[in-house]
């Protein structure tokens, strides 16, 4: 008789995203005449650049030559991509090679996925708010979680606890949802608790393209220690609006060994048995990326996403609302103000100026009282939602 | 401390196709002037039909605009291509609705991940000869495997033992390595065993588009009581040369239901967990495969492959050889001339007609004395070979 993972049943249904999809159908079919402005989805809106088009089309054509035709891709990715991200990673003073890249289908499928690699007696770590697949893709895996508390008053910067010994840790910085950000001496001590435990850092880093400031990180690789304690993960979802063109990369340093285990041959005898790589125009997409005017044209797209979360910011800073985020990220992590709940601001929100969010309380229990806008959307309108927050704030 | 997954070490090293390449490598350095022939490998070497080209261009340009672009796609698949395939399915007599559809980034990725939603205590149950993703992928979960044997007797078409209880059976046909189809009646027997055993059957459908004999199912949903048994898993690498490009589906019935659970629900919560959906343009490339056009032209590649088995089938039977396979699918297992053993055979062919196969016994025990052409080459490389291996077994 097949038996079923029993594990799932301890998965939390969260219904965050059904029941923001609920709530404001419901407002639209009460109020045709209103103009809802959505400032709650954490997809990209920009189109691809350009030059990353280009390069798609010219690969799909190749596909279409016998000459130039492609099959079965390597495993962990052409190398004129992985090349292509390691002189990336060289052009902010990073140090990572093209055979410890693994290109993979978007960043969600290896943050899953790496957890096939390593017992199911681990100990996580997490920080809480937190993104859902660290904590399910464990769940289902039936190992213990620990969560470390992100707050107002550590700024949602959770730090480690020397007394909590935990194997394995999930960091992502810029985070999501909250937008905050490790500084380099932060990220530094998370780094040193986990060599110090022989742990693991699985490092998040989807939103490294909105980092402007110095002292914050864009790699774990900047940080001394870290090749003997991390693996890091990225996505060009959002460095280069690739949502729906789907592609990402894991970086494991090839001299990486826990449990006397070399960590890149490990993930690769996986990738092996269960992946057979990468789309080949969608590979020609993501080194197109990283080209000189892909650069240029993608940064076009971030820096008007920055915008947009500059006026959301400004406007907080305004009406005195405390929120991280909002400078190296996309999100704007606020406090709801007088004291509201996560779906209460919500509900005050839409209902009153037709604007929607996502309520904090969706990520862990540290978000509520807290509330999620994005910058991904249009720059009208989210300049128009912030001078409707203004007058009903203001009133 | 960091625990790996101690499975991994129970994984036997299978050097196959590197062994392969070490000794066609060496032979080509001793003999530069020979002109060598691949009949080993299992990639498609026909470019993408001209309309999936087009169709895929045209996915990328409306990625590159912003009232087409497109964000995260749906984790199970855009409508649109899973109506294709629902209709694809209709085509040839099978009712497979749009909703039991979930697309996928290649049947491997499903094929390896789908033990997820399964407890680690089932028993296992391949062919052997098998395709070692069914192996191995149980092997890291840690399940105990049992094999059936396919061997000359039952021209490598194992039928189930009442004796034998086994709780999830992988089945693939027509079958990688050998070639061979299970008829009704066989796929018959097969669903009533595990309807029997509560078990679930993984029928991989891979190469159905190369059946062309009325008496050989293309699909395990035409088999009366599969739809409480079986769940499919297919792929457009073979059927429309998308090996490199990287686009498969899985079909689940809405009302299968095994251990009290609902298996569509619980592998859906595992895809929207682990997975982020397939690429926009290569969905559109897959949806041009199950047009009229699309049909046509990818059955003209399809024909010539076929044309290629028939010649190398029809060698064998002039020099007397038995094989399996060469019909309905497009490799030819053969049993090795003069009881050679695989290697040996490997070797007599690259050293005196510098044809390059595959030996049967990388496919497990059953395949010794066994050997792998394939029928994804040049038509002019085909006929040379077989005229090549006719000259060489006639003197």
Known sequence: MTKVNKNFENLVPNYLFADIAKKTNEFI??????????????????????VVVEAMKKGCEELGVKETFKGYPDYEGYEFLRTAISDYYKSFGVNVSADEILVNDGAKSDAGNIGDIFSEDNV???????YPVYVDSNIMAGRKILYADGTEENNFCAMPNPDVKADIIYLCSPNNPTGACLNKEQLKAWVDYANENN??????????AFISEDDIPRSIMEIEGARTCAIEMCSLSKTAGFTGTRCGYTVIPKELELDGTNIYKLWYRRLSTKFNGVSYPVQCAAAAVFSEEGQKQTRENIAYYKENAKIIAETMDELGIK??????????????????????????????IYVVGTPGEGFGKNGAGWFRLTSF????????AMNRLKGLMKK
């Open 29 to 50: 079919k009460a109020n045709p005449d209103k103009k809802l402005i959505r400032l709650g989805i954490g997809d990209v809106t920009l189109p691809l650049a350009p």
């Open 124 to 130: 996580i770590l997490v920080t809480d708010p937190v």
């Open 199 to 208: 742990a693991l850092i699985i490092y998040d880093a989807a939103y490294e």
């Open 323 to 352: 929120y991280t985020g909002g400078i190296n990220s996309p999100y704007i992590w606020l406090k709801c103000p007088n004291n509201m709940g996560s779906w209460e601001f919500f509900d005050y929100l839409l209902n009153n």
């Open 377 to 384: 959307g249009d720059r009208e309108n989210t300049i128009e």
